[in-house]
């Protein structure tokens, strides 16, 4: 699945399903064709900003930040 496949599909889930109880079908579709009507008037493209590069740094940067890990001889070892 696409990414802004699932970046929609998230959004309709926050916005129009969570937390509500729908006892009816019919209420849910309605809901799901306002939603989209809105969203399509409203919606502009997503300016993706943070890159596989800015990825990479940032996780090099928490390796760096990661502390050793000593082995304790007091300490019990776990199985």
Do not use: C, G
Not at 35 to 56: C, G, I, S
Not at 62 to 71: C, K, N, V
């Amino acid at each position: 699945m696409a990414k802004s496949n699932r970046i929609l599909f998230s959004i309709t889930q926050r916005k129009v399903l969570s937390p509500n109880d729908f006892d009816d079908l019919d209420v849910v579709m309605e809901r799901l064709a306002a939603f989209e009507t809105r969203y399509n008037q409203a919606a502009k493209p997503f300016k993706w900003k943070f890159t596989t590069t800015d990825l990479v740094d940032l996780t090099n940067r928490l390796d760096r930040h990661r502390p050793a890990i000593t082995s304790d001889p007091a300490q019990p070892r776990a199985a």
